[in-house]
């Protein structure tokens, strides 16, 4: 039996992402409804462009939480 899902993407959008006050523009890209475990799936390509501004992240998977580093805990999303 595959566990691993496969879905397509349908296309993308840029928009403008905020995580407590860091605020920067983002793609997206698009896949039907259900294929994801969330609304929405940040992936490491966001973390690798935050580190390249010298923001940190940390994906915290057992408390689900994005920390981001510098960023009062308060402020985490």
Do not use: W
Request: proline content about 4%; charged content about 20%.
């Amino acid at each position: 039996m595959n566990i691993y899902r496969t879905f397509a993407f349908h296309g993308s959008f840029t928009t403008t992402l905020q995580i407590g006050p860091v605020l920067r523009d983002h793609q997206f890209l698009v896949a039907d409804d259900g294929c994801c475990p969330g609304n929405a799936l940040l992936g490491t390509d966001l973390m690798k462009a935050l580190d390249a501004e010298g923001i940190r992240a940390t994906v915290r998977l057992a408390k689900g939480v994005l920390e981001i580093h510098g960023v009062p805990k308060s402020e985490n999303v």
